[in-house]
T-cell receptor, first 118, second 110 residues
Framework: GAVVSQHPSRVICKSGTSVKIECRSL??????MFWYRQFPKQSLMLMAT?????????EQGVEKDKFLINHASLTLSTLTVTSAHPEDSSFYIC??????????????FGPGTRLTVL | TQLLEQSPQFLSIQEGENLTVYCNSS?????LQWYRQEPGEGPVLLVT?????EVKKLKRLTFQFGDARKDSSLHITAAQPGDTGLYLC??????????FGIGTKLQVIP
């Protein structure tokens, strides 16, 4: 149990376009999901916390108008990178926390999305 | 300021050797997780520890949570090439957001 999927796994886009990344909890409900960014040879950097039915909470320095987050159901959160630029190229990973059961702060991660902006 | 200090950051060992990775903090955590991440993939949860002094084993991996719940260790016995990866510890205090360590990149050479 506790499987999280992400789609797409890889995306290449032109500068100025928008890209949507989906994060789904497949076998559990997740009131809270998290979006991370990971640069090469570095640890995870939390971008925002996504709460079902309410606005996301963004970390300091993360532009909320550039990284749009929608958590419309208990199993789906989306991250849209708007007007992408080459500096947005990175590995984006989502995680989900179970709504009930288990240890509260356990997070289950998706496989990640490699975004390349040309 | 790095809330969770992980050491060593890099480790290259021969197959069959033992190793220990440390995760230390000055803060008390209500729970601590260990993850392994392989290149191009998301982290995979290995274990969660919640009780001070707790020891959990996962095949050749032994995880320990410090008595004061401020530190943790991961010990691997007879490492194998399949153990290669980035090991991350992550801690949380109550309902606050989880903090990740910088990670330990392990390479096991056949």
């Amino acid at each position: 149990g506790a499987v999280v999927s992400q789609h797409p796994s890889r995306v290449i886009c032109k500068s100025g376009t928008s890209v949507k990344i989906e994060c789904r909890s497949l076998d559990f409900q997740a009131t809270t999901m998290f979006w991370y960014r990971q640069f090469p040879k570095q640890s995870l950097m939390l971008m925002a916390t996504s709460n079902e039915g309410s606005k996301a909470t963004y970390e300091q320095g993360v532009e909320k108008d550039k990284f749009l987050i929608n958590h419309a159901s208990l199993t789906l959160s989306t991250l849209t990178v708007t007007s992408a630029h080459p500096e947005d190229s990175s590995f984006y990973i989502c995680s989900a926390r179970r709504s009930s059961g288990g240890v509260y702060n356990e997070q289950f991660f998706g496989p990640g999305t490699r975004l390349t902006v040309l | 300021t790095q809330l969770l200090e992980q050491s060593p950051q890099f480790l290259s060992i021969q197959e069959g050797e033992n190793l220990t990775v440390y995760c230390n903090s000055s803060s008390v955590f209500s729970s601590l997780q260990w993850y392994r991440q392989e290149p191009g993939e998301g982290p995979v949860l290995l274990v969660t520890v919640v009780t001070g002094g707790e020891v959990k084993k996962l095949k050749r991996l032994t995880f320990q949570f410090g008595d004061a719940r401020k530190d943790s260790s991961l010990h691997i016995t007879a490492a194998q090439p399949g153990d290669t990866g980035l090991y991350l510890c992550a801690g949380a205090r109550g309902y606050q957001k989880v903090t990740f360590g910088i990670g330990t990149k392990l390479q096991v050479i056949p």
